[in-house]
C-alpha cells in the first residue's frame, strides 16, 4: 500500500500550516473537559473554560420558529436571502435600536450577518487595506488575531490597565498614528466581564475625534457587542454608536437568545459614519471575497419577535456574585465583571499556564490569560448550572490552599 504524505510537489499555505501548531487553548480545554467527564462523570469535572451560553433560548424564538416551518412558504424560508440580508428583518432591526437606544438607523444602516464573527470580517476589510493598523485593549478575545491578520491588516494591542480594565488612555495614545484606520472594541468585555463606562467611552470618542483631524481620515471604533445584553444591576453601559459618529457596530445574537449555533447576527452603521452611504453595499461585495454570505432566511425571519426580548440571562448575575464573593474570601484579587458571564481573577502565582495545570489537576478547568494579551490571569467562564459553581467553590479553596 502506498504511503500517505505530504506531496513535495504542492506547496500548501505555510500559514495555516503553522495555525495548526497554535490551536486554542479554551477549545483544547473544553475537549479535554469532554473527555474527562467521559471518565469520571459531567458532575465530577468543573469546565469553565468555553463560553457557550447555559440557558435555552427564548420561547419566543422556539414558537416563531414552529409557527414559520407549519404555516409559511417552505421555499422562501430555505431559499437564499438577499445578500445584504431580508428587507424586513433590517427594517425590525433598525427600528429595535432606534427604539431603546434613540439613534435613528435605517433598514440601509443594517447589514445582517453569520454572527459578530462575520460581522468583524466584513467590517475589518471595508475600512482598511494590506498595511493598516488596528488598535485593541487587553485584554482582548484571541480570535482578533486571525481575524484581523487574514485580511492583511495589523492587530496591535494597547496593554491593559490591569487595576480597572478600563482603557489605558496613556498607552493608546501614544500607539495612534496616521497608519491606525480604526479601533476594535468588546465592552461588555470577553474575558473581563468589565464594561467601558460611559466616561471611558466619551473620552475615547474625543481623543479619535482629535486626532481624525490631525490625521486628516477618518478613524472608526468597530464596537463588537455579543454581550450587551449580559450587564448587570446598577452597571453604567452606554451604546457605543450613540458617543461616536464613526461606529460601525457588530452584534450577535448568540449570548442574548443563547443562539451560537445558529449563527445570526447584525452589522449596524451609525448613520453618522463617513461614508455611510457606501459601508452597507460594500459589506455585500466583501462576501463575494470571503464566502462569508448572510445568515438562513428562516433564522432571519424567526429573531424578529425575539428583538425586544432575551434569554433568562439572571443566572449568569447569580453565578458572578457567588464566585466573586467566595473567591476574594480565598484571596484572589478580581475586577469585579459588570457584565457577560466571564471573570479575569490574577493567579496565584506569576505563571499563568502553570497555575491552570494544578487547577486541571483537580478536575479544575480554567484558562490561563496568556492568549488574551495578559499574564498572570486566568479567566472563568461561568455559564454553568449555578448548583455546579457551587460545588465547585470547595476545589477552588484546594487550589488556592497549594498556595499557603
Do not use: W
Not at 499555505?13 to 473527555?35: H, P, T, W
Not at 464566502?291 to 449568569?316: F, M, R, W
Amino acid at each position: 500500500m502506498k504511503k500517505r504524505g505530504i506531496r513535495k510537489n504542492i506547496m500548501l499555505n505555510q500559514n495555516f500550516i503553522d495555525m495548526c501548531g497554535q490551536k486554542s487553548v479554551i477549545r483544547e480545554l473544553f475537549a479535554y473537559g469532554s473527555q474527562r467527564a467521559k471518565e469520571i462523570g459531567y458532575e465530577n469535572v468543573f469546565d469553565y473554560s468555553l463560553g457557550n451560553p447555559s440557558v435555552p433560548a427564548p420561547a419566543s424564538f422556539t414558537n416563531e420558529m414552529i409557527r414559520l416551518l407549519q404555516t409559511e412558504d417552505p421555499v422562501a424560508l430555505h431559499g437564499y436571502s438577499p445578500s445584504l440580508g431580508i428587507d424586513s428583518v433590517r427594517e425590525a432591526v433598525a427600528a429595535s435600536l432606534n427604539d431603546r437606544f434613540e439613534m435613528n438607523y435605517g433598514k440601509e444602516d443594517i447589514f445582517m450577518v453569520s454572527g459578530a464573527a462575520g460581522a468583524i470580517a466584513h467590517a475589518v476589510r471595508a475600512v482598511t487595506v494590506p498595511g493598516d493598523e488596528i488598535l485593541t485593549f487587553a485584554p482582548f478575545f484571541p480570535e482578533y488575531t486571525p481575524y484581523i491578520s487574514a485580511s492583511g491588516a495589523v492587530l496591535k494591542v494597547v496593554p491593559a490597565d490591569i487595576s480597572t480594565f478600563q482603557i489605558n488612555f496613556d498607552a493608546f495614545v501614544e500607539m495612534l498614528n496616521e497608519k491606525v484606520m480604526a479601533v476594535l472594541i468588546n465592552t461588555p468585555n470577553n474575558p473581563s466581564g468589565i464594561v467601558y463606562s460611559t466616561e471611558t467611552i466619551n473620552k475615547l470618542a474625543m481623543i479619535l475625534t482629535e486626532k481624525e483631524e490631525e490625521f486628516g481620515h477618518p478613524i472608526y471604533i468597530i464596537s463588537d457587542e455579543p454581550y450587551r445584553e449580559i450587564v448587570f444591576e446598577g452597571v453604567d453601559a452606554p451604546f457605543v454608536a450613540a458617543h461616536y459618529h464613526n461606529t460601525i457596530t457588530c452584534y450577535s445574537f448568540s449570548k442574548s437568545l443563547s443562539l451560537p449555533g445558529e449563527r445570526i447576527g447584525y452589522i449596524a452603521v451609525n448613520p453618522a459614519c463617513e461614508d455611510s452611504a457606501l459601508l452597507v453595499d460594500m459589506f455585500g461585495q466583501i462576501s463575494r471575497g470571503i464566502g462569508h454570505n448572510c445568515p438562513p432566511s428562516i433564522i432571519q425571519l424567526a429573531v424578529v419577535k425575539s428583538l425586544y426580548e432575551t434569554s433568562d440571562l439572571s443566572v449568569y448575575e447569580t453565578n458572578k456574585n457567588i464566585l466573586y464573593t467566595e473567591l476574594t474570601k480565598m484571596g484572589f484579587d478580581i475586577v469585579e465583571p459588570g457584565g457577560t458571564f466571564y471573570m479575569f481573577p490574577k493567579a496565584l502565582e506569576e505563571d499563568a499556564v502553570a497555575f491552570s495545570n494544578k487547577a486541571k489537576e483537580l478536575d479544575l478547568l480554567l484558562v490561563p490569560s496568556n492568549s488574551f494579551g495578559v499574564s498572570g490571569h486566568f479567566r472563568i467562564s461561568y455559564c454553568i448550572p449555578t448548583e455546579k459553581v457551587e460545588r465547585s467553590i470547595p476545589v477552588f479553596q484546594k487550589l488556592a490552599d497549594m498556595y499557603i
